[in-house]
């Protein structure tokens, strides 16, 4: 995401040099921020075959365990894979509880031992899903996180997903969640970005030709606009790491909705900082289909 500390942390953990590692993340604070830079460590591949190393060497401190559980967390979902559950083999179902077992042995240790954490309690927000805990358990999780940090970005998104139908709960239940927690949100808040997910989670669900029509509709434009103007389009919101997503997922929904003009000035807002999520919702190129309704929005705004 054009971000030095992240590609800086992501060759220290390839080329398995932990102390580089610790050292960009040991004075990172804001919860917002270092949850997503474990993201970026969670997502290089390989880390579970030597994060051991960095355990025993340094027993006292939580961050490789953070690092090991977070990964262990990308790691699950890498062997199940993006189909739906009835595409999905049983074997990658073993593989997926028996690594997410492992993520939330390695989580639960790290919120035992620091009470102010807020990383490890929010991949527990993520890994429920893939436990299917009950409603209560789940609320409990993402609760845990924002007693600590109410706007938790990572940890609202991941709540949002729980409470899709596709996972645990219904578009009923994902709009009142997303417009809720947008509502409440300071004014230039990142939490915006829960409206067009919800848009795109609903046009996403519908049946083709259905799907144009509903995310055309003016209610729809008129509410991504509103939830814009209370984050990215306020005076006071602030980039933080990982910025591009949010952005990338205005720009689609706008896009998407035939809003020209304000999904131009997203694609302007990004550049050339595309995100896989959410364009893989779109086709499985997701810089294709970044690509290709930049090129779109731009040829018919003129």
Not at 100 to 125: G, I, P
């Amino acid at each position: 995401m054009g971000d030095p500390t992240a590609a800086a942390l992501r060759a220290a953990l390839q080329q398995r040099d932990w102390p580089t590692a610790r050292d960009l993340l040991t004075p990172i604070t804001d919860p917002d921020d270092h949850a997503y830079y474990l993201g970026v460590a969670g997502n290089v591949s390989g880390v579970q075959d030597w994060i051991g190393e960095w355990i025993d060497a340094e027993p006292r401190s939580t961050l490789p365990l953070l690092v090991r559980g977070v990964h262990a967390v990308y790691w699950a979902w890498e062997a199940r894979g993006g189909a739906r559950a009835s595409q999905t083999r049983q074997e990658q179902f073993r593989e997926f509880r028996k690594r997410l077992t492992l993520a939330e042995n390695c989580l639960d240790e790290v919120a035992d031992r620091d009470r102010d954490d807020t990383t490890a309690r929010t991949f527990l927000v993520t890994s429920a899903r893939g436990r299917q805990v009950d409603r209560d358990e789940a609320q409990r999780r993402f609760d845990a996180v924002t007693d600590r940090h109410p706007w938790h970005r990572i940890a609202h998104e991941h709540m949002l997903q729980y409470r899709c139908r596709k996972w645990f709960g219904s578009h009923e239940e994902m709009f009142e969640f997303a417009r809720s927690a947008a509502a409440k949100a300071p004014a230039g808040s990142t939490l915006g970005q829960l409206v067009p997910i919800a848009h795109l989670e609903m046009w996403l669900d519908l049946p083709v030709g259905e799907d144009a029509e509903y995310i055309g509709a003016a209610a729809v434009v008129a509410e991504l606009n509103a939830a814009a103007d209370q984050s990215v389009r306020h005076p006071d919101y602030q980039r933080r790491p990982g910025w591009p997503v949010v952005h990338n997922l205005f720009a689609m929904g706008f896009a998407m909705a035939g809003d020209l003009p304000s999904a131009v000035a997203q694609f302007e807002v990004i550049g050339d900082l595309v995100t896989e999520w959410p364009w893989q919702y779109h086709s499985s190129d997701p810089v294709g289909a970044f690509l290709a309704a930049r090129q779109r929005v731009r040829g018919e705004h003129g």
